[in-house]
């Protein structure tokens, strides 16, 4: 059912973040603040070529510098360690490293590092090492990549084609045949990332008595990338200790276990803790970026304007990524029909090589790439019928009595009203009196546009659907880990595999877990940091895909209620009561409806740690679970290759008004809406938060955000005077209603919202920019619609 109701617990309360206080004293502890004695601090020597043979590197007056400890080349590292394992079977696998070894693919490639007394000291070591190049073709365009006579990247593959197929669910040419109308485009995907304040970094010592490899880092995946260091180092997993302290934002992009492994292989050279740090402009060079591509798509429409079948052929441009590619395009597999009711789809996907930077996860991951598409083409085809945009949504939305529905691809969207939330969000902004206002300001010979978008929020990413590239399992399902104690005073302790950048994760599991245990959230500490000697984790643990309420909150509701059955045993054989006649509030159990009869948590504590004869006969001591949930929607591929990609679906609409300066090309914002739908929401507060910060980062992306590579591969925007970021003279005030349309499949019913903002506004902003052009016959093909792009676009009409 839609709308909020009255929370009768600490769930749905929306409270203020109980972890703020110590952000707000300064103090968090972020990785620079870590202080080791006799620690180092490293620096790298990187490529300034998109592509180059490595002739010759002469370390030897870097290594000669007073204070530099250490400095490994390519040639080092790999005698020190295995190549790193693609995540993609390649028939003959390249050979690659932390370091460049005989040749450089991307601007910015790590070529040497050194570890000095500090940073400066490390800078001017590299200053002195000696590369010499001969330089190589470039290729930077995806499409141009494909082509026979490119520059290939990697010898041993023969191309830059890391994946191509072709996934068909239903009778698609028999759809395109039969349809009266067929609109078709090709979109440019441009490249862009979220920028987290505190950039990528790494602290790493190895015990020289029992060779433990110690690590602090503030990576988001560290289920993941433990095994990967692991391996690396030659060392089983419980000789590694890795920690994630507080993260300074991370959006997807904080991941990068090569410099872990170089970190490592550094303190196991010298016998002292190792510092990394990245620069900007190291982080905007070399971190991550979000994939550029082209997107060539087509719907097919039936006399009365229903959607029949989409096709989509989808280059999705890896820069230089060879350790996790795919994940742009089989994530669009998650919401390429996005809300609407469409029987037959193609998906033709590339991944491709190009001298850039590596690609990787940034808030959405493709999705709004594919939002874009397709909400773009729904404009287009509103347009070309003569109808309303809104009213040609109304009549394809999935219906919501047709929920649990499952479109053509396999994936199982689980609740939601997409009519009700279009609605809402023409309400808020008051869509009849925009038309009208434009009209107006038409009349008036101002560019003023409406657009709207609506999207689905896929989240709980299902590795499964990796069996589509790779053609093997292994690896399947998605879960989460967590642990409650409850502490010999009464006190509550909860830890989970997952690392926190922001979201207000302490919080909401305090809630959680107060709700469970009838304790408040300020009785309930939450631990900040991720350690994997102590907290209890899986391959799947960490913070990706949106995943919290999909995972997380089953291993957490599931600990609270291991523990929770242990306190009422324990009461019940104190009370001598029966436990179905006990209850939890404030902090003790009691007998319904006898107030007197009552034991506090401490004293249950007390049996349960100190007073051991005081336990029910047989029972084990201790009040402490954990527990490690697994999402029970996720499924391999079928044999039609359908697969939920991902598992839970929020949706969102998104409805803006712009005006566009004739003269200049400048974009203002008149009014913008969102209604939303994450299922029930666990912290209000926190929710409405994310949706602004994220609809915000989707600004970023729509006017002003852009990697501009020149043709020979030069990054030509690595600082923030090139990168632009929006302000907050860029973000208007945003008018935002919120409904519930529960999750079946959570165990609180709660969905993932951290990446709505982020997919439907790049394409609501869009078709806004192009209805304002209508007039002069603009088409909105290419992101971002920078006042530059707008002007050209204008000087072309």
């Known amino acids: 059912m839609s709308g909020r109701a009255a929370p009768a617990g600490w769930v749905g309360r929306p409270l203020k973040r109980l972890e703020d206080p110590r952000f707000l004293r300064g103090r968090a502890t972020y990785i620079d603040d870590l202080r080791f004695p006799g620690m180092l601090h490293v620096a790298m020597l990187r490529s300034p070529h998109a592509h180059a043979r490595l002739v010759r590197l002469d370390a030897s007056g870097a290594a000669a510098l007073p204070g530099v400890a250490a400095v490994l080349t390519g040639e080092d590292v790999a005698r020190a360690m295995p190549a790193l394992s693609p995540l993609i079977p390649i ?9 460049a070894v005989g040749r450089v693919r991307y601007v910015g490639e790590p070529v040497a590092t050194v570890a000095a007394c500090d940073r400066a000291t490390a800078e001017d070591a590299v200053e002195l090492i000696r590369a010499e190049y001969e330089r190589l073709p470039a290729v930077v365009d995806p499409e141009r990549a494909l082509e026979p006579d490119a520059p290939v990247l990697f010898d041993e593959m023969g191309s830059n084609v890391l994946w191509h197929d072709t996934l068909t669910y239903g009778d698609v040419d028999g759809a395109f045949a039969a349809a009266r109308t067929v609109v078709r485009e090709r979109f440019t995907i441009h490249r862009y990332v979220s920028t987290p304040l505190e950039t990528f970094g790494v602290i790493a010592h190895v015990e020289s008595g029992t060779g433990l490899v110690t690590i602090w880092s503030n990576d988001q995946r560290p289920g993941l990338t433990s095994g990967v260091v692991a ?43 190792v510092k990394y740090v990245e620069d900007r402009r190291e982080n905007l060079s070399a971190l991550a970026h979000g994939a550029n591509g082209v997107m060539d798509a087509a719907l097919a429409l039936d006399g009365d304007g229903r959607f029949l079948a989409i096709a989509l052929r989808d280059i999705v441009d890896e820069g230089a990524n060879l350790q996790n590619p795919t994940l742009h395009s089989l994530l669009k597999l998650g919401n390429i029909v996005n809300c609407y009711r469409i029987g037959a789809v193609r998906f033709e996907a590339y991944s491709v090589l190009t001298n850039k930077c590596p690609s990787g996860a940034n808030r959405g991951i493709g999705k709004p790439a594919m939002c874009f598409a397709i909400e773009r083409l729904v404009d287009l085809a509103a347009r070309r019928l003569g109808r309303d945009p809104a009213e040609l949504r109304f ?18 969207y689980d609740s939601g009203d997409f009519p009700e939330t279009l609605r809402r969000a023409l309400a808020l902004a008051d869509y009849e009196g925009l038309r009208a206002a434009q009209a107006a300001a038409r009349r008036e010979g101002r560019l003023v546009g409406i657009g709207l978008a609506a999207a689905v929020e896929p989240s709980t990413s299902n590795l499964s659907s990796y069996m589509l590239a790779t053609g093997k399992g292994g690896t399947s399902g998605v879960g989460e880990a967590a642990l409650v104690r409850v502490e010999l005073d009464g006190s509550v302790r909860v830890a989970t595999g997952n690392v926190a950048s922001g979201q207000g994760y302490p919080t909401v599991i305090a809630q959680i877990v107060a709700d469970e245990l009838g304790v408040t959230p300020p009785d309930v500490v939450v631990s900040p940091w991720f350690d994997s000697h102590e907290n209890p984790w899986m391959f799947s643990s960490g913070n990706f895909s949106n995943k919290f309420s999909g995972t997380d909150t089953g291993a957490i509701v599931g600990a609270a209620r291991a523990v929770r059955e242990k306190i009422l045993a324990i009461a019940a054989h104190v009370l001598e009561a029966a436990p179905d006649d006990l209850e939890l509030r404030a902090g003790a159990v009691g007998v319904r409806g006898v107030p007197g009869r009552r034991v506090t948590l401490a004293q249950v504590a007390g049996a349960a740690y100190r007073d051991l004869l005081a336990l029910p006969p047989g029972a084990a ?18 044999a039609g290759r359908r697969v939920g990609v991902q598992l839970t679906f929020s949706n969102s609409a998104h409805v803006t008004a712009v005006e566009v300066d004739r003269a200049t090309g400048a974009l203002r914002f008149l009014t913008y809406a969102i209604a939303h739908d994450c299922g029930r929401e666990i912290n209000p507060l926190l929710v409405e938060g994310m949706v602004h910060g994220s609809t915000a980062h989707g600004i970023g992306a729509t006017l002003l955000e852009e990697f501009v590579y020149d043709d020979e591969g030069q990054l030509l925007t690595t600082t923030f005077m090139d990168y632009l970021k929006p302000t907050a003279l860029d973000v208007p005030a945003f008018r935002v209603e919120a409904l519930e349309t529960p999750s079946p499949r959570t165990p609180l019913g709660a969905k993932g919202v951290g990446e709505g903002g982020a997919i439907p506004s790049l394409a609501a902003i869009a078709n806004a920019v192009e209805d304002a052009l209508a007039p002069l016959g603009v088409t909105i093909r290419h992101l971002p619609l920078t006042p530059a792009r707008i002007w050209e676009a204008l000087r072309r009409a």
């Open 395 to 412: 009549a394809n939305f999935i219906p919501p009595s047709e929920f649990p529905y499952e479109t053509p691809v396999g994936a199982s």
């Open 91 to 99: 028939p003959t696998p390249p050979r690659t490293y932390p370091l």
């Open 621 to 638: 001591g201790g009040l402490e679970a954990r527990y490690y949930y697994v999402n029970p929607a996720a499924t391999r591929p079928d």
């Open 231 to 273: 391996a690396a180092l030659g060392i089983p997993q419980n000789r590694l200790r890795l920690l994630a302290l507080d993260i300074g934002g991370g959006f997807g992009n904080k991941r990068k276990a090569p410099y872990l492994i170089l970190a490592a292989l550094l303190a196991r050279a010298t016998g002292r803790p």
